[in-house]
């Protein structure tokens, strides 16, 4: 066999474990603590990778908060302060379009592809679909 084989399923490329240390914006693995605090240094930063538990962790963060601004929202029941709380809701959830975009450059995807999600029901399975794939080993043209 020559020196260049490995077996499938095998990792490959130079980010493999044991590898060279991956920061957050090159796909490095965090935390939920750092995933939701890297995240709020970076709620502007479209550029770099990151990894599946960045993504997934800081997802849990904004599905939890989403649900707490639910609940005041709907014990308070005044309508100015609900819609000031949807408004929070609505801002909060627009800090994850950089980690998505983020997310897709990991495997390697163009940002751009997160726009499936305006097509009902199938565009939502692709995007879903789209966020789980593995990253690509070693660097790609994102980073």
């Known amino acids: 066999m020559s020196g260049s084989y ?29 995933a939701i605090r890297m995240q709020i240094d970076n709620v502007l930063n479209f550029n770099g990778r990151a990894s599946l538990s960045a993504y997934w962790w800081y997802a849990l963060g904004l599905f939890i908060v989403s649900v707490v601004i639910s609940i ?20 909060i959830g627009l800090s994850g379009l950089s980690v998505g975009v983020r997310r897709l450059h990991d495997s390697d995807k163009t940002g751009w592809l997160l726009l499936l999600g305006f097509i009902p029901i199938l565009g939502w399975i692709a995007v879903i679909v789209l966020l789980v794939l593995p990253a690509t080993p070693g660097p790609n043209r994102f980073g």
């Open 72 to 91: 005041i929202s709907a014990v308070i029941g005044v309508l100015a302060l609900t819609l000031l709380l949807d408004l929070v809701s609505f801002v």
């Open 6 to 34: 490995t077996p499938y399923g095998a990792p490959q490329g130079g980010y493999a474990p044991g590898g060279p240390q991956r920061g957050y914006l090159q796909g490095g693995p965090v935390d939920f603590q750092n």
